[in-house]
């Protein structure tokens, strides 16, 4: 079965200090994708990021970073240079993809609160 | 491109009525989900179609849960008998699945149920 774990279950940060996000998931398949989820207070779910089991290649987009360790089963996420306005819950997530080679249902981790204040 | 969108956006019920969902995906996209989320934990799978087939249901879904998709275009989700459990965020998700993609899903607003 697979899960996935968000240690984290709040971190409250000051403004332009840089935020790591923890994710750690179980798998026993070979092929499968990792997602990170932002949730806002108003509630709906924005997707970040995808990555594939097979690209352990770190990804930068602005001031967010993704760190991809199969060694450890770990995909963390890092804000650099918080702002008030990534204030939201973050969900990791996971889906295998032995049954038909694509992502199907994900698995998502509690969620890590994050705070950012003035 | 309009986004997901799901209606209603609030539903007060008392126990023992039946309630249904509906969710509206992105135009060209074949797979539609079902995810619930309660309080401080992230959304549960409840199921999914491939166009108007219904390809997965989690153990989760008890059978007063039903959904269907008629025309591989929107999807219903009716609860019947209602308990106060049902209580939750119903969301539902679209994405488009083609051979050798992973495809992210796209959320709607969720519906939030609430049963007194």
């Known amino acids: 079965a697979q899960k996935v774990t968000q240690a984290q279950t709040e971190i409250s940060v000051v403004e332009k200090e840089d935020v790591t996000l923890d994710c750690v998931y179980e798998?026993?398949?070979?092929?499968?994708?990792l997602f990170w989820y932002k949730q806002p207070p108003s509630g709906e779910l924005v997707f970040l990021i995808r990555?594939?089991?097979?690209?352990?290649q770190n990804e930068i987009s602005g001031r967010y970073s993704w760190n991809f360790q199969k060694s450890t089963s770990s995909f963390n996420f890092t804000i650099t240079a918080s702002q008030v306005v990534d204030s939201a819950v973050y969900f990791c997530?996971?889906?295998?993809?032995?049954?038909?080679?694509?992502?199907?249902?994900?698995?998502f981790g509690t969620g890590t609160r994050l705070q950012v204040t003035l | 491109d309009t986004g997901v969108s799901q209606n209603p956006r609030h539903k007060i019920t008392k126990r023992g009525q039946n309630v249904t969902f509906r969710c509206d995906p992105i135009?060209?996209?074949?797979?539609l989900y079902w995810y619930r989320q309660t309080l401080g934990q992230g959304p549960e799978f409840l199921t999914y179609?491939?166009?108007?087939?219904?390809?997965?249901k989690s153990r989760l879904l008890s059978d007063r849960f039903s959904a269907e998709r008629p025309k591989g275009s929107f999807s219903t989700l009716e609860i019947q008998r209602t308990e106060q459990g049902d209580s939750a965020m119903y969301l539902c998700?679209?994405?488009?699945?083609?051979?050798?993609?992973?495809?992210?899903?796209?959320f709607g607003p969720g519906t939030r149920l609430t049963v007194t």
């Open positions: 798998t026993r398949d070979t092929t499968y994708y």
């Open positions: 135009s060209e996209h074949n797979r």
């Open positions: 990555r594939n089991s097979f690209d352990e």
């Open positions: 179609f491939q166009n108007e087939a219904q390809l997965e």
């Open positions: 997530a996971l889906s295998e993809a032995w049954k038909t080679g694509t992502a199907s249902k994900l698995t």
């Open positions: 998700a679209s994405s488009l699945a083609l051979s050798g993609g992973p495809y992210e899903q796209y």
